[in-house]
C-alpha cells in the first residue's frame, strides 16, 4: 500500500503514540503524531520490556537501541516475603524466558524505551505543542481541534493520549472513574546509595498485608527503580507529576523488612499518584476513529504490561490497515475485534492481583505462598508473554474468510 492511500493522524505522542507511528511506517503508511508538549519527554520511572513487547520492538529494528540502556534480566523474578524478605518463589529467566518466547525480559527507565521508538519515527511526522481540546464527528469523519486553533479532519484518526484521552470521551463518552483505594508511590534510586540486593539483574516483589512493593534496576543499573502500593487517600490524585515525601513512603512501610527502609530513604522525593479503576469499555471505535493503549484499556500496573499491550496495540491496528487497504471502517472493526477481548483479559487480572498481593497474614496468605513456590509463572502466563500480532491478524482474517490464504506469515513477528 503507497503511504498516501491514508491520512493518518496519532494524537498523543507517548510510548503507544510513536509504538503506533513505528509500526504504521513500517507498513508503508506515513502518519503524523500530535503531540501537545513542547518536547517529547517521557516522565515517570521504570517498565518491563517482556518478551512480547521485546519481539515487536525488535521487529521495528528499535530494541538493539534501547538494549544500549536496557537491563536484561537474569537472576530474574522473585516475591519476597513482607516481613523479613524470604524468598517465597524465584524464577531464572536467563535461557527459559528466550528458549519459550524467543526473547528476554528486559526494564528500562520509560524516557528510554521513548527514545529508541522515536528513532522510528522521523521528526518531520511530529507536530509538537499541539494538543487536542475537543473531537467532533461529521458524519463519519473525525475532526480534532486543538487549542491553538488548529483544525485536522483526518482519513484516520488514531486516540494514543493516555488515561484521560479527549478522543475517547467523543467515542466512547464520560466514564467516570472509581476509588481504587490504592496509591503508587515511584522513585529512581541511584544505584551507589542503594543496597546490594536491590541492585541484581531481578525483579524482585515483596508483599505483605495492603501493601507491595517492586524494584528492579533501570539505566545500565546505573539506578534502581521502586514502585510501591499501600492504600489510598482521598487527597491523593492520578497524576505522573504528584510528589509525597521520602517520610510518607518509609512509614507506608514500617515494620517491613529495614532493608526495605534504607532502599526508600535512598530515594529522595518520590512521586505518588492514585490508581483509579475503570472498567472495560464496550466498543473502541467510531466512524473513521479509534484508540490504543491507555486511551482505550487503562490498566493497572499488576502484571507491568501496560507499556506492552499499548505496543501490541500499534502493531495489530498497522497489519488490519495493511490487509484491508482503503478500507478503513473495516481494518477498525478487525482491529478492535482482535485486541479488546485480549486487554479486557488483561484488565481483570491485573485487577485481581492487587487483591493476591495485599492478603493479610493467615489461611489465605499461607495458600498463596504455597502456590507461588509451586508455580512457575513464565509458563503460566504464556497466554502474555507468546502473543504474536501476526499470527493473531491472520486467525482472525482465517475466521471472517474461510477460503482465504492468510494474508502475513504465522511465526513469532
Same mark, same amino acid.
Given at each position: ?15 503507544? !503514540? ?122 463519519? =469523519? ?47 534510586? +541511584?544505584?551507589?546509595?542503594? +543496597? ?58 514500617? !515494620? ?5 527502609? $534504607? ?81 479486557? $483479559? ?22 498463596? =505462598? ?9 509458563? =503460566? ?33
Amino acid at each position: 500500500m503507497g503511504s498516501d492511500s491514508i491520512d493518518i493522524a496519532i494524537v498523543g505522542g507517548g510510548i503507544g !503514540g510513536l509504538a503506533a507511528a513505528a509500526s504504521l511506517r513500517a507498513q508503508g503508511f506515513a502518519p503524523i503524531v500530535y503531540e501537545q508538549a513542547r518536547a517529547l519527554t517521557e516522565i515517570g520511572a521504570g517498565l518491563v520490556v517482556a518478551p512480547n513487547a521485546g519481539r515487536l520492538l525488535r521487529g521495528l529494528g528499535v530494541l538493539e537501541g534501547l538494549l544500549t540502556r536496557a537491563v536484561r534480566l537474569d537472576v530474574g523474578w522473585e516475591f519476597r516475603r513482607w516481613q523479613d524478605g524470604s524468598v517465597l518463589s524465584s524464577e531464572d529467566l536467563e535461557s527459559a524466558c528466550r528458549d519459550l518466547y524467543g526473547e528476554h525480559t528486559y526494564t528500562a527507565h520509560r524516557a528510554d524505551l521513548l527514545d529508541a521508538l522515536r528513532s522510528a519515527v522521523p521528526e518531520s511526522s511530529v507536530r509538537l505543542g499541539m494538543r487536542a481540546t475537543s473531537v467532533s464527528f461529521d458524519g463519519e =469523519d473525525a475532526v480534532v481541534t486543538f487549542e491553538n486553533g488548529d483544525r485536522i479532519r483526518p482519513g484516520l484518526l488514531v486516540g494514543a493520549d493516555g488515561v484521560h484521552s479527549v478522543v475517547r470521551r467523543s467515542i466512547a463518552g464520560d466514564h467516570p472513574a472509581r476509588e481504587s483505594g490504592i496509591c503508587a508511590f515511584r522513585a529512581l534510586v +541511584p544505584a551507589s546509595h542503594a +543496597p546490594e540486593f536491590a541492585t541484581r539483574a531481578a525483579q524482585t516483589l515483596w508483599v505483605g498485608p495492603d501493601r507491595h512493593l517492586v524494584h528492579y534496576p533501570v539505566s545500565s543499573g546505573k539506578f534502581v527503580n521502586v514502585v510501591a502500593f499501600a492504600p489510598t487517600s482521598a487527597a491523593t490524585v492520578e497524576s505522573w507529576s504528584a510528589t509525597s515525601s521520602t517520610e510518607e513512603l518509609v512509614a507506608e512501610f514500617e !515494620g517491613w523488612d529495614p532493608r526495605l527502609s $534504607r532502599l526508600i530513604e535512598a530515594a529522595g522525593t518520590p512521586g505518588r499518584w492514585a490508581l483509579l479503576d475503570r472498567e472495560p469499555l464496550d466498543g473502541w471505535n467510531r466512524g473513521n476513529a479509534t484508540m490504543l493503549g491507555d486511551a482505550a484499556h487503562p490498566m493497572f500496573p499488576f502484571f507491568a504490561q501496560g507499556a506492552a499491550q499499548a505496543i501490541e496495540d500499534a502493531a495489530v491496528l498497522a497489519l488490519c490497515l495493511s490487509e484491508h487497504g482503503p478500507d478503513v471502517q473495516s481494518s477498525l472493526e478487525a482491529y478492535e475485534a482482535i485486541r479488546r477481548p485480549r486487554t479486557t $483479559r488483561m484488565q481483570h487480572v491485573s485487577h485481581g492481583r492487587s487483591l493476591v498481593n495485599h492478603l493479610p497474614d493467615g489461611v489465605e496468605q499461607r495458600a498463596r =505462598d504455597d502456590a507461588y513456590a509451586a508455580g512457575d509463572p513464565l509458563t =503460566d502466563n504464556g497466554w502474555i508473554y507468546g502473543y504474536d500480532p501476526v499470527d493473531a491478524v491472520a486467525r482472525h482474517t482465517f475466521s471472517a474468510d474461510a477460503d482465504r490464504p492468510p494474508a502475513f506469515p504465522l511465526g513469532t513477528s
